[in-house]
């Protein structure tokens, strides 16, 4: 197997691996993996952390040897979350914004932190939403509500 | 002033007894003010004004703490040992924490009458969250290019947390009396530990001289009290002294031991375990 067939295996594998906090919305939606490097069989992952204090990195790291110790042709793996780039909001993919909305989160109205934003509603779409706490379950979201279908959401906190 | 060159590896900070010596001592102060305040927001759980804030302060405290965890993990690579050990393995007297930091929230403690001041708490984060807005905006600025990167992702994170606190301050002053009392004494007992905070320790001009950090922080922050003072209607900061037990020398409050102990008891009974 050539080194490029490897090379997108291991993407296809990383693709597979979810967010522990999010289900549904793997690594790659995140805009979490920066470059991945294969020399013969050895892979090296570059990651970056969405959050400095995130607790899920531990097993973000975890899945991803796991996964891909998996595929065919990987020998050895390293994982290594880097300082730089940032990771911004914006590194979302559309199909991670639907895949958030999938599961009842709005994607982020854009990046960079700022006291005031409007989510759309992951369920109905309206923008008559109000909020009711910055912080939610996790760093990465707040909690809001939607004034036109009654329903609480959760909303990815704009980075 | 000639520029001095970016230091971009640990390896070559430490290659420079002065600058490694003057990155180490910063280092600690910020990790250390970060978990021990974060410690005291953390015995807050569950006591909270309401079920929001729960949820709020403890995702800060949860922020914070893995703000101290990367700033030990740079002090790792710079050959301090492990991270884990630095937090909790240390004696008291190695700690760097401001002694704002560690004052204890009120009488009792969370596991037995707590009788804790919600407005001293208010007051104690929004000024920490003020001065470690200002220190972030140094480091981003700093010499040591891999503390300058941490520092810049660390600004967008603790945007919400000053935020947060700034709400707080702005919904408890200039409504009741009784409210306005109680944020005036807070606000007093907080600056008097205030230069606690911008103290950069002992070795302070080392620290600007070698471009660990590229300015003194003492000027901005008693600006930025100012500014808040006139805001929330609080009395202006006057005399400016650095108390005689700061945290800075490694010299603490009473406070400060039994609290470690606390909080390491579970990682010295099996420093080995995972979590």
Redesign the interface.
């Known amino acids: 197997m050539s080194e490029a067939d490897l090379q997108s295996r291991v993407m296809a594998a990383l693709d597979e691996v979810m967010d522990p906090e999010i289900r549904g919305l793997s690594l790659v939606d995140l805009g979490m993996v920066e470059r991945v490097e294969v020399d013969g069989g050895q892979v090296r992952v570059q990651l970056i952390p969405t959050?400095?204090?995130?607790?899920a990195l531990g097993l973000m790291k975890a899945d991803v040897e796991r996964r891909l110790a998996a595929v065919p042709g990987v020998e050895s793996v390293t994982v290594e979350f880097l300082?730089?780039p940032?990771?911004?909001t914006d590194r979302i993919t559309p199909r991670g914004r639907e895949r958030l909305k999938a599961v009842g989160i709005a994607p982020p109205a854009g990046s960079?932190?700022t006291?005031h934003w409007t989510p759309e509603c992951p369920y109905c779409g309206s923008t008559q939403v109000h909020r009711?706490?910055?912080?939610?379950?996790?760093?990465c979201r707040s909690?809001f509500y939607c004034d036109a279908c009654r329903n609480p959401f959760e909303a990815i906190?704009p980075? | 002033m000639t520029a001095l060159p970016r230091v971009t590896t640990a390896d070559q900070a430490r290659a420079d007894a002065g600058f490694h010596r003057a990155l180490v001592e910063l280092l600690y102060q910020a990790a250390d003010d970060d978990l021990i305040l974060a410690q005291r927001g953390a015995e807050w759980l569950g006591l909270v004004p309401h079920i929001e804030e729960d949820v709020a302060f403890s995702s800060i405290t949860q922020d914070m703490t893995g703000h101290a965890l990367a700033l030990y993990q740079l002090l790792e690579e710079l050959g301090e040992g492990q991270a884990d050990h630095l937090a909790y393995f240390r004696e008291p007297s190695a700690y760097r924490c401001a002694v704002l930091a560690e004052r204890p929230n009120g009488e009792g403690t969370y596991l037995d009458s707590p009788r804790f001041d919600w407005a001293y708490t208010v007051v104690r984060q929004y000024v920490y969250q003020r001065i470690k807005r200002l220190r972030l905006e140094a480091m981003v600025k700093s010499r040591y290019q891999p503390l300058a990167d941490l520092a810049e992702k660390m600004l967008r994170e603790q945007f919400y947390h000053l935020y947060h606190w700034e709400v707080w301050m702005k919904q408890l002053t200039g409504r009741t009396e009784e409210a306005q009392r109680r944020m005036t004494e807070a606000w007093t007992r907080v600056l008097a530990d205030a230069p606690s905070l911008s103290s950069l320790g002992p070795g302070e001009q080392e620290i600007l001289s070698s471009g660990v950090l590229p300015w003194s922080l003492e000027k901005p922050f008693r600006q930025a009290l100012e500014e808040s003072a006139r805001s929330y209607g609080l009395p202006a900061p006057n005399a400016w002294a650095l108390p005689e037990v700061n945290g800075r020398d490694g010299r603490h409050s009473p406070a400060l031991p039994p609290m470690l102990e606390h909080m390491a008891e579970v990682y010295r009974i099996a420093p080995a375990g995972a979590w």
Not at chain 1, 51 to 55: A, D, M
């Open positions: 959050y400095v204090g995130c607790p300082r730089k940032l990771w911004t960079g932190p006291e009711e706490n910055v912080f939610g379950p996790t760093s909690i906190k980075v």
